[in-house]
């Protein structure tokens, strides 16, 4: 019976002149066959920490003592903390003043380049974006999200929209190399400017890598 894959079978060393008996080779025959049905017929244990594997195919159940995370999680959140004039008649690219909670390698300031989450590695994320509008009015009302090549990931734009105090715009980006951001821009329509509320529940801008 081989020892594989209860234990590690023991050999006893041979020399030159020894007598070879056929269970000794039949031993190893035993043990060669039981690693190789272990592996062919997935009955194999793989008992290792830190194991770097080429690929991983689960055809069945599995059990992890702990939830496997992968990538590793990345999540920014950001608001305005006052109320914010927008202009008119062009987009605004909105600052954002307050962090509420980063987790990962986002990167987000209220100093350097406060308008801008940046991602600090590749992969697919998704972008929210809420604006609260302190002084609805009939005029149009419009939200939009952009990558760093202007490109608008997600918008939404209303008009008629006394009543609509908050607009929301979701999407998702995915980024191939480093160095891309994402921002907010919000704009009215109008003769008149508009005012943004304040608050994390009012105005804010999030970004989970997925």
């Not at 920490?49 to 920014?76: E, H, K, W, Y």
């Amino acid at each position: 019976m081989p020892s594989y894959p209860d234990a590690v079978k023991s050999f006893t060393t041979k020399n030159a002149g020894d007598f070879v008996n056929a269970s000794h080779m039949n031993d190893v025959q035993d043990e060669v066959n039981a690693v190789e049905a272990g592996l062919l017929n997935g009955t194999a244990r793989l008992n290792s920490s830190r194991s770097t594997l080429a690929t991983l195919s689960v055809s069945g159940a599995s059990t992890f003592a702990v939830r496997p995370i992968t990538p590793p999680p990345a999540f920014a959140l950001v608001f305005t903390a006052s109320t914010y004039a927008a202009g008119s008649s062009q987009f605004s690219t909105i600052a954002w003043t307050q962090i509420a909670s980063t987790l990962g390698d986002i990167t987000a300031s209220t100093v350097t380049t406060p308008e801008r989450l940046t991602p600090g590695s590749t992969g697919l994320y998704l972008a929210t974006a809420q604006i609260g509008i302190a002084s609805p009015s009939s005029l149009v009302n419009a939200i939009r999200i952009l990558d760093s090549s202007n490109a608008a990931i997600a918008n939404m734009r209303v008009s008629n929209s006394t009543d609509l105090t908050q607009l929301l715009a979701t999407g998702m980006k995915y980024f191939d190399s480093t160095g891309g951001y994402l921002t907010v821009q919000f704009v009215g329509d109008g003769a008149s400017s508009r005012s943004l509320s304040s608050g994390l529940a009012q105005t804010w801008f999030s970004l989970v890598k997925l």
